[in-house]
């Protein structure tokens, strides 16, 4: 009985998967499917709540499964074969411990201030650096550091 529980969880963990990375991709900023960023945002965090349960799915399937065969190892009256824990719970459960921190990235991206727009690069020009050696120099001392290093004068 405990199996059949341990493979239902692990397909509803591998279904809810394959849907929480289709409403990721959706919910991306940078897929044009989805509408506008706010739904975007709202998209990208159900997908972030459908990881977080798919990974809870596969955490308790590995551990149900591990809680099984440590019972059966260390009761003296078990007298069929013994298992141990294998490669594939610790993998299990490190694959669920990325699915729970990817969701939770995934529901924290909606949280950077969507009220302020995001703000460009401004493009000043580009000056040489004889040009930025020619200036006239003013009498009084200027606080400012120098530009003669500045990003644009190797552009």
Known sequence: ????ACRGLMISAVCLG????IFGLVGMKCTKVGGSDQTKAKIACLAGLIFILSGLCSMTSCSLYANRI???FFDPSFVA???????????GWAG???CIIGGSIFC?????????PRRGYAYNGATSVMSSRTKVHNSVPDK???????KNAYV
């Open 1 to 4: 009985g405990y199996i059949q």
């Open 18 to 21: 394959f849907f929480g990375a």
């Open 108 to 116: 924290f991206s909606i949280a950077e201030n969507s009220n302020s």
């Open 144 to 150: 400012t550091p120098p530009k003669h290093f500045d």
């Open 70 to 72: 440590t019972s059966e």
């Open 96 to 98: 669920a411990s990325l």
């Open 81 to 91: 074969q013994k298992y141990e824990l294998g490669a594939a719970l610790f993998i």
